[in-house]
Nanobody, 126 residues
Framework: QVQLVESGGGLVQAGGSLRLSCAAS????????MGWFRQAPGKEREFVAV????????RYADSVKGRFTISRDSAKNTSYLEMNSLKPEDTAVYYC???????????????????WGRGTQVTVSS
């Protein structure tokens, strides 16, 4: 079992920044990819960003490209999501999740991820 704990969410004004963290513990495997998803009220969970084990492979949803940056520190089993130029439409609960390296091509599909955190709320006011 792997436990994931997100932190760093909060309330911020439009145009502001937040940095989310996702700490993994338990039977961690540094070869897995780490992804971020978000879910707004009344909407489906959507892909935000993913980073592979080395940090050299990253992908982003079009809606956050150029504003969000994903990274990871494998030594700390931690992934980060730096969010800049936040917009009210970024308001959601943000979740991190792990993805086996052999499933990396399915990075945009939530059901392919194995372990999930409980989420952290991000609220962007206009």
């Amino acid at each position: 079992q792997v436990q994931l704990v997100e932190s760093g969410g909060g309330l911020v004004q439009a145009g502001g920044s937040l940095r989310l963290s996702c700490a993994a513990s338990g039977r961690t495997d540094s070869s897995y990819a780490m992804g971020w998803f978000r879910q707004a009220p009344g909407k489906e969970r959507e892909f935000v960003a993913v980073v592979n084990w080395s940090g050299r492979f990253t992908r982003y949803a079009d809606s956050v490209k150029g504003r969000f940056t994903i990274s990871r520190d494998s030594a700390k089993n931690t992934s980060y999501l730096e969010m800049n130029s936040l917009k009210p439409e970024d308001t959601a609960v943000y979740y991190c999740a792990t993805l086996r390296s052999d499933s990396l091509q399915y990075y945009g599909t939530a059901r392919r991820y194995d372990y999930w955190g409980r989420g952290t709320q991000v609220t962007v006011s206009s």
